[in-house]
């Protein structure tokens, strides 16, 4: 009998993925923080995980950055801010603040059968990227 995975396992499974995902999806474009060309990359987030976490996996809300803007520099998200509305638009930018807002004040769980579709579907766009 094959055993579940627990929702904290497949919420880890999915960051990986998701994350390849952003990396690859965002490759050969600059950091959205600093605008440098870096090549190595992380999945940086506007609206950081601890505090979002029904935003963890929204594409808007996660981009390539370089490790530079996303681990040390504590300023970063204002460069932040101003290039995601030049790359999402304004109105997916206000979408995001009022997602953002939402959680905060409703808050969000995450179902196994909502973190396999997703799995699922992050492992196919991979697969369209490569």
């Known amino acids: 009998m094959k055993k579940t995975k627990t929702l904290s396992k497949l ?4 960051q990986l993925i998701f994350n390849q995902f952003i990396r690859l999806r965002d490759n050969g474009q600059p950091c959205i923080s600093c ?14 995980v601890k505090g979002y976490d029904a935003l963890r996996f929204n594409e808007f809300n996660v981009n390539g950055e370089c490790p530079g803007c996303n681990c040390f520099d504590g300023g970063h998200l204002i460069n932040y801010g ?3 509305i030049k790359k ?7 979408q995001l603040k009022k997602d953002a ?30």
């Open 11 to 14: 919420k880890a499974e999915l």
């Open 35 to 48: 605008n440098q060309f870096k090549e190595a990359k992380q999945a940086g987030h506007y609206y950081p």
């Open 82 to 84: 101003d290039n995601l």
């Open 88 to 94: 999402i638009g304004k109105e997916n930018f206000a």
């Open 101 to 130: 807002k939402a959680y905060k004040m409703n808050g969000y769980k995450w179902s196994k059968s909502e973190l396999l579709e997703k799995i699922g579907y992050y492992k196919e766009k991979i697969k369209e990227l490569n």
